[in-house]
């Protein structure tokens, strides 16, 4: 419950704005902050239970009408697709299963990994073996006679 809670805005000018939040509905709390700049801004809430609780976070608004999605992004994105051979999604539809297959040969999806690990499982085994027959080599190749060992 944030009745009587404290709410706290430091602006991207570092000025504090005190606000109440008011209760808009069950358990959702609402507070305006007048005109506010484009920026970061960190809040601040402390409740009036008993122990008081802080606390924080932050949120940022926008800095420019760039970061904006276009009103003719929707016909450029329709565009695109149609000269690639690509398809427009929807975020309201659920994905269907050939969402990450690929439409050219050319093209490798996620599904087209091979796995390699074998290759290096198969040159250090045969290292391996190599490496015990030239040590077997040299002990069992290279014996002294008794008389050079004097």
Do not use: H, N
Request: negative net charge; hydrophobic residues 40%; proline residues 11%.
């Amino acid at each position: 419950d944030l009745t009587g809670a404290a709410l706290e805005v430091t602006s991207p000018d570092g000025a504090i704005t005190p606000l109440s939040p008011a209760q808009v509905g069950p358990g959702l709390y609402e507070a305006t902050l007048p005109s506010p700049a484009p920026g970061a801004y960190a809040l601040s809430l402390t409740t009036a239970s008993d122990p008081p609780a802080m606390i924080r976070t932050a949120g940022a608004i926008q800095t420019s009408p760039e970061w904006l999605p276009a009103p003719e992004g929707g016909d450029l994105l329709k565009t695109l697709a149609g000269r690639t051979g690509g398809v427009i999604r929807s975020l309201d539809t659920a994905p269907t299963a050939d969402l990450f297959a690929s439409r050219s040969s050319a093209l490798a999806g996620p599904g087209s990994v091979e796995p390699v690990w074998y290759y290096p499982l198969i040159a250090a085994l045969a290292l391996f073996v190599i490496d015990i027959a030239l040590r077997m080599s040299e002990r069992y190749g290279r014996r002294r006679s008794p008389a050079a060992v004097r």
